[in-house]
C-alpha cells in the first residue's frame, strides 16, 4: 500500500504580498509604535513580522520595559522607541522590506537606507540599494556612493564607483560630494592610473580639497592633507609647472618640501631615482610632457 504523499503548493505571491504592503504603517491591528526622525513622525508596525524578520528589531522587541525588575518579564514593550537619526522615509523603507521583501527606492534615500540596511544587518535588502545605487550613479552622488561603500565594506560597489570615477574624472573633482571624501578614500582614488584628468589638476583638486576639510576638521592643510598628497605624482610635472606648484605651496604647504625635491631630482637625472615607480606612471589623462620619455623606463 502507498503512502501519503505530501508537496508544497504555491498560491498567489502577487496577492500576498499585496495584503502585506497593506499592513505597513497601518496603526489598525499594529502593536507597536515608532517615533521617528527629527519630525517625529509615528510608524506602526506588527511586532510578530519585524521579530521574525529582523534579529535586530527581535532583541528590541524583547527587552523588558524601562524600570522593570524583572528582565525576563514576558510583558513585551509597547513603545514608542524613539528613532531620532534616521529619516522616516528611509525607516518606512526598511519596514517595506520587512513586508514584503522588496523595496521603494530614490536616488534621495537609497545611501541612508544601504546603512540602515547594515545596521540592522539585512543583508538582501543590501543587495537591492547596492543594484539600485549602481543602476542610478551619477557625477554628483559618485563620491558619496564610494564614500559608503568604503565604510561598510561593500567591495563589488567601491569597484563600480571607482570605474565611474575613472570615466569622468575631470567632472567629479569639482563636485561637493568629491571634497567630502574621508583622506583614506581620497587616496584610494588617487592610486589609480586610469584617472581621466591631468595631474596638474588632480594637485589643484587635492588642494581645494584639503582647504575644505581642514577647515570642517580645525586641523592644518599639511595634516589632514598628508595621505592623499602622497598619491600625487609630481614627476610628471614639467618644470615650469614645478616653479609654480613651489609658489603656491608656500601658502599652505599642501606638499612636503621633499617630495616636491624629488620630483626636481627626475628632472636633473632624468629618471624617477628615489622616487616610487607607481609616481612616474602617466594615468590616461595625463597631458604628455616632453620629460615623460624619461620617466617610461623606470615605469616599466
Same mark, same amino acid.
Given at each position: 500500500m502507498a503512502g501519503p504523499c505530501s508537496a508544497r503548493l504555491q498560491g498567489d505571491v502577487a496577492a500576498f504580498s499585496a495584503a502585506l504592503r497593506s499592513l505597513v504603517n497601518n496603526p489598525q491591528f499594529s502593536d507597536v509604535m515608532f517615533v521617528v526622525g527629527q519630525e517625529q513622525q509615528k510608524v506602526f508596525a506588527h511586532r510578530c513580522v519585524l521579530a521574525c524578520r529582523c534579529q535586530v528589531f527581535r532583541g528590541m522587541l524583547s527587552q523588558a520595559p524601562v524600570g522593570s525588575q524583572d528582565s525576563s518579564s514576558s510583558i513585551p514593550p509597547q513603545?514608542?522607541? @524613539?528613532?531620532?537619526?534616521? *529619516?522616516?522615509?528611509?525607516?518606512l523603507a526598511v519596514i517595506e522590506f520587512l513586508y514584503t521583501n522588496s523595496v521603494t527606492l530614490n536616488s534621495h534615500i537609497a545611501l541612508e537606507v544601504l546603512t540602515s540596511s547594515v545596521e540592522y544587518g539585512l543583508q538582501d535588502l543590501c543587495k537591492l540599494c547596492v543594484k539600485f545605487i549602481k543602476d542610478t550613479l551619477s557625477v554628483e552622488q559618485v563620491c558619496e556612493a564610494l564614500q559608503a561603500a568604503v565604510t561598510y565594506g561593500q567591495v563589488d560597489? *567601491? *569597484?563600480?564607483?571607482?570605474?565611474? @570615477?575613472?570615466g569622468c574624472t575631470a567632472a567629479?573633482? *569639482?563636485t561637493q560630494g568629491f571634497r567630502e571624501l574621508s583622506d583614506v578614500v581620497l587616496a584610494r582614488v588617487l592610486r589609480s592610473d586610469r584617472l581621466a +584628468?591631468?595631474?596638474?589638476d588632480l594637485v589643484q583638486a587635492v588642494r581645494e580639497w584639503a582647504h575644505v576639510s581642514s577647515a570642517v576638521l580645525? $586641523? !592644518?592643510? !599639511?595634516?589632514? +592633507? +598628508?595621505?592623499?598628497? %602622497?598619491?600625487? $605624482?609630481?614627476?610628471l610635472l614639467a618644470p615650469s609647472e614645478l616653479v609654480t606648484l613651489e609658489s603656491c605651496n608656500q601658502q599652505d604647504l599642501l606638499i612636503p618640501?621633499?617630495? @616636491? =625635491? =624629488?620630483?626636481?631630482? =627626475?628632472?636633473?637625472? $632624468?629618471?624617477?631615482?628615489?622616487?616610487?615607480?607607481?609616481?612616474? $606612471?602617466?594615468?590616461?589623462?595625463? %597631458?604628455p610632457r616632453d620629460h615623460h620619455r624619461h620617466l617610461e623606463p623606470h615605469a616599466k
Open positions: 513603545g514608542p522607541f @524613539i528613532l531620532g537619526n534616521v *529619516q522616516p522615509e528611509v525607516f560597489l *567601491q *569597484q563600480h564607483c571607482l570605474a565611474f @570615477i575613472e567629479v573633482v *569639482q +584628468a591631468d595631474e596638474l580645525e $586641523r !592644518p592643510v !599639511p595634516e589632514v +592633507a +598628508a595621505l592623499p598628497v %602622497r598619491e600625487l $605624482r609630481l614627476p618640501v621633499e617630495n @616636491i =625635491a =624629488a620630483a626636481w631630482r =627626475a628632472h636633473a637625472l $632624468r629618471k624617477g631615482s628615489g622616487v616610487p615607480s607607481r609616481l612616474c $606612471r602617466p594615468r590616461r589623462g595625463t %597631458r
